[in-house]
């Protein structure tokens, strides 16, 4: 009932609004930047699989752009005026602008829906979070001139100047490249600050967590481990009114990390061929303790918003306690455990320093690979 009753006055808040709409100034009291709210928009994914051609493809995603620009100002003046916190991050669901590959190709989805580093898909976000004056993170498929054919899932954070802070590309995929999969390469290039990036901004030490990777604690500890406080979790995700693996997951990597999650999971899938409500619901807010402090119902919404106060974090994290799940654990204990399994191998996709570009099926073939490496060593 209290969450049917916070969208309704929402709706009548926001209806009675002069227009256009322009987001409330940020304070400049020290007190207010230690607590400020954070919100996980709930907006529907758009497919770009029945886009004729490349063309098309970007003139729907640009299209896109400015509607999720709205529907955030709208929201971010709600949420300032119910409880009083200046919203300065905003995090967006996964894939928001394209859905996922499914069956095309990945050289054909390369070229149709991957996002250019410096495309004007990121200058037209960008100029969201300038205008807005806040954080705002998002996930999309990129292109990478350093592999050409493919393509890597990128969550990104863009600042309050328009710019991108932080590129984080995913790392554990069932179905799509990753930089393990050209693991020496990616290594050369961008380094280990490039595969487990932390921004240390004004609001916080940001890091970022793509959809199911909630559920591989390794990912959210090794950004923890390199000063992460704050986790974007980009998701399109099964809504379900049970404790889903993934919902539990948001809680365990909060907890066991000390660390925010601000999980944004798509309100459905438009112009694709499954039912436009199944990735649906559940976007979260949870705090350094495990605890939910907000969650989304299904559908297009704000509701999942919450305060954020980095300096109780902080204090927490300094604290010699029982509590202290960060500073208690023992991380050496396991470094020969993990240093020694190679039954998931990397550079799969790299051939005499060359890129393969791999069929849809190489995928499934890697992970029957792995399966046998581990039936063979009788670990399974």
């Known amino acids: 009932m209290e969450l049917e009753r916070r969208q309704a006055l929402a709706a009548m808040l926001v209806s009675a609004l002069p227009f256009p709409l322009e987001a409330a100034p940020l304070s400049n009291n020290e007190s207010d930047k230690k607590t400020y709210a954070a919100v996980a928009l709930q907006i529907a994914a758009r497919s770009i699989e029945k886009a004729p051609d490349r063309a098309a493809a970007r003139r729907q995603m640009l299209a896109m752009i400015p509607e999720i620009g709205a529907k955030l100002r709208s929201s971010v003046i709600f949420i300032q005026q119910y409880g009083g916190a200046p919203v300065k ?39 969201i979070a300038q205008e807005q004056k806040l954080f705002l993170s998002g996930n999309a498929y990129e292109a990478d001139k350093n592999f050409p054919g493919i393509y890597f899932q990128t969550c990104f954070i863009i600042g309050p100047n328009g710019n991108v802070v932080l590129r984080y590309r995913r790392l554990n995929s069932m179905f799509a490249p990753t930089p393990h999969d050209v693991w020496s390469k990616y290594l050369d290039i961008y ?98 303790k495990g605890n939910v402090l907000s969650e989304s119902n299904s559908g297009e919404t704000f509701t999942a918003f919450a305060d954020v106060d980095i300096a109780a974090l902080r204090a927490a994290r300094r604290k010699p306690g029982m509590t202290n799940m960060l500073a208690r654990q023992r991380n050496a204990l396991f470094a020969a455990a993990y240093g020694t399994d190679s039954h998931q191998q990397a550079n799969g996709l790299i051939d005499g320093g060359a890129v393969k570009v791999p069929d849809r099926d190489y995928f499934v073939r890697t992970m029957e690979a792995t399966i046998e490496r581990l039936a063979k060593d009788g670990l399974i």
């Open 89 to 127: 991050l905003a995090v967006l669901p996964e894939y928001v602008l394209t859905s996922y590959p499914g069956r095309i190709s990945i050289p054909d989805f390369a070229e149709k829906a991957a996002l250019e580093v410096d495309g004007p898909e990121y200058e037209a976000l960008g100029k």
């Open 191 to 288: 380094g280990l600050d490039g595969v487990f990036p932390v921004a240390k901004t004004e609001i916080g030490n940001l890091s970022a967590i793509a959809s199911e990777e909630i559920l591989y604690p390794e990912i959210a500890r090794a950004h923890a481990l390199r000063g992460a406080e704050i986790f974007v979790h980009n998701s399109s995700e099964i809504g379900s009114p049970i404790a889903t693996p993934k919902m539990i997951a948001k809680r365990a990597r909060a907890f066991e990390n000390m660390a925010y999650i601000i999980s944004a999971n798509t309100a459905g899938i438009l112009d694709t061929g499954i039912p436009v409500g199944g990735p649906d619901g559940n976007s979260m807010v949870v705090d350094w």
